[in-house]
Antibody, heavy 121, light 107 residues
Framework: EVQLVESGGGLVQPGGSLRLSCAASGFTFSSYWMSWVRQAPGKGLEWVAN????????YYVDSVKGRFTISRDNAKNSLYLQMNSLRAEDTAVYYC??????????????WGQGTLVTVSS | AIRITQSPSSLSASTGDRVTITCRAS??????LAWYQQKPGKAPKLLIY???TLQSGVPSRFSGSGSGTDFTLTISCLQSEDFATYYCQQYYSYPPSFGQGTKVEIK
């Protein structure tokens, strides 16, 4: 069974940093593009970033470029999101999601349960 | 970036009703569109990808159609477990983007 388990969320002050982790199991992690998708409280879904199987390609939404860094450790079956210079508008539930090649691109059939990041003083 | 306009933002329907939700892309996205269902406090669930391909395990009352800029999700006979929020998502180009969501409520 595919499992994605996020951790690392919490309360942080504006300008602070946080590192999210996503532990993957039940599939060959190194064979999949992986993504982070977020959802502000009561709002819709927003794609944040993704990373290629070997980490050689990474893409970001404009609003986080230069502040967030996506990475992975295939030996540990883990995905990460380093978030710096956090702003109130980064407050959201952050989901880790597996990209499905059979879609022909970035669609997501497996998601974690999400981890809440709250940016507030 | 491609903008996705989803409508309506909410609708009220009864069990057994036929429900239609639409998404319009700001430019052509071929068939690179997915539909998700999300229930409160839960992660989204993939229903349809490639505009019209039903994800494994999803009931056949869900169907998708369209290509280019205009897309439709249809629930043919609404069941109690279908009351949820639905999102479309384009994955034709970066960044992948979602519609604003449609909340399907009980009439």
């Amino acid at each position: 069974e595919v499992q994605l388990v996020e951790s690392g969320g919490g309360l942080v002050q504006p300008g602070g940093s946080l590192r999210l982790s996503c532990a993957a199991s039940g599939f060959t992690f190194s064979s999949y593009w992986m993504s982070w998708v977020r959802q502000a409280p009561g709002k819709g879904l927003e794609w944040v970033a993704n990373i290629k199987q070997d980490g050689s390609e990474k893409y970001y939404v404009d609003s986080v470029k230069g502040r967030f860094t996506i990475s992975r450790d295939n030996a540990k079956n883990s995905l990460y999101l380093q978030m710096n210079s956090l702003r109130a508008e980064d407050t959201a539930v952050y989901y880790c999601a597996r990209s499905e090649a059979y879609c022909g691109g970035d669609c997501y059939s497996n998601w974690g349960q999400g981890t809440l990041v709250t940016v507030s003083s | 970036a491609i903008r996705i306009t989803q409508s309506p933002s909410s609708l009220s329907a009864s069990t057994g009703d036929r429900v239609t939700i639409t998404c319009r892309a700001s430019q052509g996205i071929s068939s690179y569109l997915a539909w998700y269902q999300q229930k409160p406090g839960k992660a989204p669930k993939l229903l349809i990808y490639a505009a019209s391909t039903l994800q494994s395990g999803v009931p056949s009352r869900f169907s998708g159609s369209g290509s280019g800029t205009d897309f439709t999700l249809t629930i043919s006979c609404l069941q109690s477990e279908d009351f949820a929020t639905y999102y479309c998502q384009q994955y034709y180009s970066y960044p992948p983007s979602f519609g604003q969501g449609t909340k399907v409520e009980i009439k």
